[in-house]
């Protein structure tokens, strides 16, 4: 079955830089969608980053477009989540999530989900 597991979470200061990692396992990972989605304490999950099966494309939410990057290896089969300009309102746990089935677009369903890994950012 699919496993995501992410690592790379941590405390830094406001201002600093963290690399958030996804490994994936289970299935052919160069095929599909993969995203970032984030929730902080008492608030709804939020759509962080997503990109495509080829790494060309990809979008973002608007609190995080210009200072946060998603990439991947498909070599590696691994995801990340380069996070620049960190805010206090950036602390949350950060989940790697993808699809069940192939295919590019907004408003996508996924069906695959990490444990997730925590981000504080301190002020």
């Known amino acids: 079955q699919v496993q995501l597991v992410e690592s790379g979470g941590g405390l830094v200061q406001a201002g600093g830089s963290l690399r958030l990692s996804c490994a994936a396992s289970?299935?052919?990972?160069?095929?599909?969608?993969m995203a970032w989605f984030r929730q902080a304490p008492g608030k709804e999950r939020e759509f962080v980053a997503a990109?495509?099966?080829?790494?060309?494309?990809?979008y973002y939410g608007g609190s995080v477009k210009g200072r946060f990057t998603i990439s991947r290896d498909n070599a590696k089969s691994t995801v990340y989540l380069q996070m620049n300009s960190l805010k206090p309102e950036d602390t949350a746990v950060y989940y790697c999530?993808?699809?069940?089935?192939?295919?590019?677009?907004?408003?996508?369903?996924?069906?695959?989900w990490g444990q997730g890994t925590q981000v504080t950012v301190s002020s």
């Open positions: 999530a993808t699809t069940h089935f192939t295919g590019w677009g907004i408003d996508l369903r996924y069906d695959y």
């Open positions: 289970g299935r052919t990972f160069s095929r599909y969608t």
């Open positions: 990109i495509d099966w080829s790494g060309e494309s990809s």
